[in-house]
Nanobody
């Protein structure tokens, strides 16, 4: 059974920093691309960042480029999202996901991911 568990969410002031973690079990973590998505109340889920299985290729939504950094530690089956210079509009539930195939492009589309975590709430105060 594949499980993804996020941690590290919380309340942070605007311009502050926060790091999210996502631990994956039940599959060979290093075989799969990983992604972060977020969903704010009343809004659709949106892509945030993704990383390939080796950790040497990343892609970001324009809204977070230059402020967020996605990384992974394959020895610990863990995905990270370092969030810097956060803004109130970054407030959302952040969810990690693992890709459905053990290869392929690093996708920004939710349909490319088939296992999802429960989410970690991030609230940015102004």
């Amino acid at each position: 059974q594949v499980q993804l568990v996020e941690s590290g969410g919380g309340l942070v002031q605007a311009e502050g920093s926060l790091t999210l973690s996502c631990v994956v079990s039940g599959r060979t973590f290093s075989d799969y691309n990983m992604g972060w998505f977020r969903q704010a109340p009343g809004k659709e889920r949106e892509f945030v960042a993704a990383i390939n299985r080796n950790g040497d290729f990343t892609r970001y939504a324009d809204s977070v480029k230059g402020r967020f950094t996605v990384s992974r530690d394959n020895t610990k089956n863990t995905l990270f999202l370092q969030m810097n210079s956060v803004k109130p509009e970054d407030t959302a539930a952040y969810v990690c996901a693992t890709s459905s195939v053990a290869s392929g492009i690093v996708s920004a589309y939710a349909a490319a991911y088939n296992y999802w975590g429960q989410g970690a709430q991030v609230t940015v105060s102004s």
